[in-house]
T-cell receptor, first 115, second 116 residues
């Protein structure tokens, strides 16, 4: 398996523009997580899905952020409109099974820069 | 809710020296605890995990961690550092909520530097 695949690897955009980050989880994994990593706040959980259904979005910072999972093999995280403080590395991760002791597999991340 | 605190955002050791990265957790239920490593420009990779079996857990690359309930600690150690161990290390706890342990909550991370 190719692992968790994220695209794009790098995104540079201007303030006010819409940004869409994409993630393909590992086949067969039924949990998908979006994390944001910044120097100031470390690694924060934004939202996670189970069987394509959003379970907890309490970490989504504002209404400007939205996430979808239309099917088991694809998820998007959208920021509209983007702001400079959204600049961060966004990670997607997936896992199989309902137990929290299962290994979480991370993608390589999307480095977002909002100018 | 569970949480973890990593003591020391930066640790520097000499090659061949002992590595000790500290992690304390807060949990009202038996926790699941993890250590992940992040190399530059990469995602996080699992080093080891504690799931209430043996208190001393061995992971990859010669790392191990000991769960100490009395100290609420889960420190990561390696007897002899190698240059390739230079990375950022994250301690994490699985947050228990209705239906099971679902969310993984990470500490702030400790950046390990290894010098010759």
């Amino acid at each position: 398996d190719a692992g968790v695949i994220q695209s794009p690897r790098h995104e540079v955009t201007e303030m006010g523009q819409e940004v869409t980050l994409r993630c393909k989880p590992i086949s067969g994994h039924d949990y998908l997580f979006w994390y944001r990593q910044t120097m100031m706040r470390g690694l924060e959980l934004l939202i996670y899905f189970n069987n394509n259904v959003p379970i907890d979005d309490s970490g989504m910072p504002e209404d400007r952020f939205s996430a979808k999972m239309p099917n088991a093999s694809f998820s998007t995280l959208k920021i509209q409109p983007s702001e400079p403080r959204d600049s961060a590395v966004y990670f997607c991760a997936s896992r199989i099974g309902p137990n929290g002791n299962e290994k979480l597999f991370f993608g390589s991340g999307t480095q977002l820069s909002v100018l | 809710a569970q949480s973890v605190t990593q003591l020391g955002s930066h640790v520097s050791v000499s090659e061949g020296a002992l590595v000790l990265l500290r992690c304390n957790y807060s949990s009202s239920v038996p926790p699941y605890l993890f250590w992940y490593v992040q190399y530059p420009n990469q995602g996080l990779q699992l080093l080891l995990k504690y799931t209430s079996a043996a208190t001393l857990v061995k992971g990859i690359n010669g790392f191990e961690a000991e769960f100490k309930k009395s100290e609420t600690s889960f420190h990561l150690t390696k007897p002899s550092a190698h240059m390739s161990d230079a990375a950022e290390y994250f301690c994490a706890v699985s947050d228990r909520e209705a239906g099971g342990y679902n969310k993984l909550i990470f500490g702030a991370g400790t950046r390990l530097a290894v010098h010759p």
